[in-house]
């Protein structure tokens, strides 16, 4: 089985890439790495933050087409109830304006919970960074967590009748201000621009303190997300999805 694995960014893959020893391959999306685990094939591609960027990976990722496709990552949960570094797969995904939505595969779902990922209704994709407490917590009207790439890797997979599911772990809650203005991080390939960086904190030496708790925070999501992803790419490649708890696993 051939299971595509995407991830925004470095920090969130870090940990899996070391306990599988992941090795970059050569193709047509130069952040890709693969590594077998549990008789699958795994690829993994780093698409960098936000939609342009995804739809950028997603032209080159999909020239071998995998048999299930796994959206990954950290995400900011925008309900209290939603603890650090827990698990979330949601039913649906949405466009934080609300336009458009997509589901998750059921199937895929019913695994993820069997393999310990919390079920909520649905996840928001943003065009942006939500920074302010503020914000997430109006959001939290509309769904349990957000992010910026699930709605777009997973329309790919499906314009290509892959089946897929975006799955988080939780790096950040609702009732926090996010430490820099991450618009102005990322470079034009969604990846994280040192020099901005620490051109922010030139000017709010304050932030630091902030910077180190989400980093602290981070590693801890991104732990629990590579004990969770081991685990459930084994169960997935074992085969066809057993019919267990599947009604229940639904109706939460």
Known sequence: MKILVTFALENEFAPWRNLRRFRRVT????????????????????????????????????????????ASGFTGSLKPEHRLAELLVAKSITTADGTREIQND??????????GARVVDKFLTSKRIVTEAS???????FGDAIDMESFSVLTAANHRAVRSIAIRAVSDGPESDLPLDF????????????????GQLARRPGRVFG??????????????????????????????LPEIAKAEALAV
């Open 106 to 115: 059921p199937d895929l779902l019913v695994l993820a919970a069997n393999a």
């Open 27 to 70: 193709c047509g999306w130069d952040r890709t790495f693969e590594a077998e685990i549990g008789g699958a094939k795994v690829r993994v591609v780093l698409t960098g933050v936000g939609e342009f960027a995804v739809s950028d990976a997603m032209a080159h990722v999909f020239e071998e087409i995998p048999d299930r496709c796994i």
């Open 211 to 240: 910077l180190i708790r989400l980093a602290h925070n981070s590693e801890r999501a991104a732990v629990s997300l590579t004990r969770f992803l081991d685990g459930y790419v084994q169960l997935m490649a074992c085969g066809p």
């Open 135 to 141: 914000e997430k917590q109006r959001l939290g009207i």
């Open 183 to 198: 618009e102005r991080v990322f470079d034009g390939k969604g990846t994280v621009s040192v020099p901005r960086v620490v």
